[in-house]
């Protein structure tokens, strides 16, 4: 067994949580730990790259043809022109990869035209009826998601133009929808980084004022796109939310001891801080807006923080908080788990991620999730041998190791005799299920034995049948062995009287 003198526990610095460029942002887990800005760099240096490596390889595939026609040209009398179709190749790659180049500020440029008598486009009957948000059958919300961002706008001396921008945004990725998930949220960060440096200029750096407008964008975009921007076909996050579930269900042994979590659940606020908790994670799958899903991350670890507060009497520190978020979302088992954290990490307000709270519990809760896939038994302070029993489902960890039983809860005394006399039935009916298969066998047993000696009976005792009695027997009279029928008297003879 393992030596448990020495506790581990789980601990996570700072510098960890941060953007690994040096940024001094909040990093992310799926952008390898770069924070979103110097992600979206990454990105565009690596694009550009690949542009200028694509160029480079088609200029030396373009010489060695122009060298290629060259030299089987010698020798002719007069030098035929080249066709026009040897440099076609490299003309229309060099169109493609400027359309490529281009693609963004073409892309953003015409959401940003102050163009006011510019024609609709003319859409078809069917795909109108099928992909455009504005079709009849509107979701609720959507709707008042709309009304509410035009009552908010109404305040702004830029508000008409706020709201063309976003609705032909939007009506415009309606179309969109069978792009890549990466391609759709590059999308979209895209349209915030030109709006977020818009509005900089207009309410002069304010940042508050520009963060207020951004959430309420933010809102507005996402509630009309969410249908297809939350776990798109196109990706898998269902089979990581599937993963992440059974693997969660697999670790429903692990106890607060084993986590070194500083939380007293038998303390009735501390408890009722739990419960909070896990219906604040729980409720996260719930919401349209990454902002309202990053506010419902935000309430569950501040609950989490008075829990440790409650417990400690003292505040609760860093080291304190993640093994205790670890342990809220094992005991919650959130649905859709990965599709919400890779829908906020694609779709939201970039500013939002990248520093504040926000930011900062979001950053514990994707370190919280890494954790869950990669946990072990040194984890969890248990040798492999241990880890392995618990997660077959073979044994189970003792549970009022480091409580006694006076100080449990009502509750969990009842949870766990019911588990004990659970453990005892399950016990007794495979003694039961033993006994019945070995009478089973007895009974077969004694059937063969009897069956043998009925055989060798028979065999040993041969069985000998007598002959019918003759017909002569037969037809003797019913009297005959009478020896008394000669002392009879004669029989009576009827006689005739006169009258």
């Given at each position: 067994?393992?030596?448990?003198?020495?506790?581990?526990?789980?601990?996570?610095?700072?510098?960890?949580?941060?953007?690994?460029?040096?940024?001094?942002?909040?990093?992310?887990?799926?952008?390898?730990?770069?924070?979103?800005?110097?992600?979206?760099?990454?990105?565009?240096?690596?694009?550009?790259?690949?542009?200028?490596?694509?160029?480079?390889?088609?200029?030396?595939?373009?010489?060695?043809?122009?060298?290629?026609?060259?030299?089987?040209?010698?020798?002719?009398?007069?030098?035929?022109?080249?066709?026009?179709?040897?440099?076609?190749?490299?003309?229309?790659?060099?169109?493609?990869?400027?359309?490529?180049?281009?693609?963004?500020?073409?892309?953003?440029?015409?959401?940003?035209?102050?163009?006011?008598?510019?024609?609709?486009?003319?859409?078809?009957?069917?795909?109108?009826?099928?992909?455009?948000?504005?079709?009849?059958?509107?979701?609720?919300?959507?709707?008042?998601?709309?009304?509410?961002?035009?009552?908010?706008?109404?305040t702004l001396k830029p508000g008409r133009e706020i709201f063309k921008?976003?609705?032909?945004?939007?009506?415009?990725?309606?179309?969109?929808?069978?792009?890549?998930?990466?391609?759709?949220?590059?999308?979209?960060?895209?349209?915030?980084?030109?709006?977020?440096?818009?509005?900089?200029?207009?309410?002069?750096?304010?940042?508050?004022?520009?963060?207020?407008?951004?959430?309420?964008?933010?809102?507005?975009?996402?509630?009309?796109?969410?249908?297809?921007?939350?776990?798109?076909?196109?990706?898998?996050?269902?089979?990581?939310?599937?993963?992440?579930?059974?693997?969660?269900?697999?670790?429903?042994?692990?106890?607060?001891?084993?986590?070194?979590?500083?939380?007293?659940?038998?303390?009735?606020?501390?408890?009722?801080?739990?419960?909070?908790?896990?219906?604040?994670?729980?409720?996260?799958?719930?919401?349209?807006?990454?902002?309202?899903?990053?506010?419902?991350?935000?309430?569950?670890?501040?609950?989490?923080?008075?829990?440790?507060?409650?417990?400690?009497?003292?505040?609760?520190?860093?080291?304190?908080?993640?093994?205790?978020?670890?342990?809220?979302?094992?005991?919650?088992?959130?649905?859709?788990?990965?599709?919400?954290?890779?829908?906020?990490?694609?779709?939201?307000?970039?500013?939002?991620?990248?520093?504040?709270?926000?930011?900062?519990?979001?950053?514990?809760?994707?370190?919280?999730?890494?954790?869950?896939?990669?946990?072990?038994?040194?984890?969890?302070?248990?040798?492999?041998?241990?880890?392995?029993?618990?997660?077959?489902?073979?044994?189970?960890?003792?549970?009022?190791?480091?409580?006694?039983?006076?100080?449990?809860?009502?509750?969990?005394?009842?949870?766990?005799?019911?588990?004990?006399?659970?453990?005892?039935?399950?016990?007794?009916?495979?003694?039961?299920?033993?006994?019945?298969?070995?009478?089973?066998?007895?009974?077969?047993?004694?059937r063969d034995g009897v069956q043998h000696k009925v055989q060798d009976?028979?065999?040993?005792?041969?069985?000998?049948?007598?002959?019918?009695?003759?017909?002569?027997?037969?037809?003797?009279?019913?009297?005959a062995d009478n020896v008394e029928n000669d002392l009879l008297p004669?029989?009576?003879?009827?006689?005739?009287?006169?009258?």
């Amino acid at each position: 067994m393992t030596h448990r003198s020495e506790r581990r526990g789980i601990h996570v610095d700072q510098s960890e949580l941060l953007c690994t460029k040096g940024c001094g942002f909040y990093g992310n887990v799926a952008w390898h730990g770069l924070c979103s800005k110097c992600w979206r760099e990454e990105n565009s240096r690596a694009g550009h790259k690949q542009i200028q490596e694509d160029h480079a390889l088609a200029e030396r595939l373009q010489r060695e043809e122009e060298a290629a026609y060259a030299s089987s040209q010698q020798g002719a009398s007069q030098p035929q022109p080249k066709p026009q179709h040897a440099i076609a190749p490299f003309s229309k790659f060099e169109e493609r990869k400027t359309k490529e180049k281009s693609r963004k500020v073409h892309t953003m440029s015409k959401f940003f035209t102050t163009s006011a008598k510019t024609p609709p486009k003319k859409v078809p009957a069917e795909a109108q009826s099928t992909s455009s948000p504005s079709a009849s059958r509107r979701p609720v919300e959507t709707d008042r998601a709309t009304q509410e961002f035009i009552s908010f706008l109404k305040t702004l001396k830029p508000g008409r133009e706020i709201f063309k921008q976003c609705r032909a945004f939007t009506e415009d990725m309606a179309y969109k929808r069978d792009l890549a998930a990466d391609e759709m949220s590059e999308y979209v960060q895209d349209f915030y980084q030109n709006l977020s440096d818009r509005l900089h200029t207009h309410f002069k750096g304010s940042s508050e004022r520009v963060e207020s407008v951004m959430d309420e964008v933010e809102r507005y975009m996402m509630t009309r796109l969410y249908e297809g921007t939350f776990c798109p076909e196109t990706t898998d996050d269902e089979n990581k939310d599937l993963a992440i579930q059974k693997r969660i269900r697999a670790l429903h042994w692990v106890t607060i001891e084993m986590l070194c979590v500083p939380v007293d659940e038998n303390i009735p606020e501390v408890s009722d801080n739990v419960v909070k908790a896990i219906t604040d994670v729980i409720e996260m799958d719930s919401k349209r807006v990454p902002r309202d899903k990053l506010t419902c991350i935000t309430r569950c670890s501040k609950h989490i923080f008075n829990a440790i507060k409650t417990t400690k009497k003292e505040a609760a520190s860093a080291d304190d908080f993640l093994p205790t978020l670890i342990y809220i979302v094992l005991k919650a088992n959130p649905p859709r788990l990965q599709s919400n954290i890779q829908y906020i990490t694609r779709f939201c307000n970039p500013s939002r991620l990248m520093s504040g709270e926000d930011g900062y519990y979001f950053t514990n809760l994707c370190c919280a999730v890494a954790f869950i896939e990669k946990l072990d038994g040194q984890s969890l302070n248990l040798s492999a041998e241990e880890f392995d029993l618990y997660m077959s489902g073979q044994v189970s960890p003792e549970r009022c190791k480091a409580v006694p039983s006076s100080a449990e809860p009502a509750a969990l005394s009842q949870m766990n005799k019911s588990l004990d006399l659970l453990t005892g039935l399950g016990a007794r009916q495979e003694r039961v299920m033993e006994g019945a298969r070995r009478l089973e066998s007895d009974l077969i047993d004694w059937r063969d034995g009897v069956q043998h000696k009925v055989q060798d009976v028979l065999e040993r005792f041969p069985l000998e049948t007598q002959p019918p009695p003759s017909s002569t027997a037969s037809s003797s009279a019913i009297d005959a062995d009478n020896v008394e029928n000669d002392l009879l008297p004669p029989p009576l003879q009827p006689q005739l009287f006169a009258g």
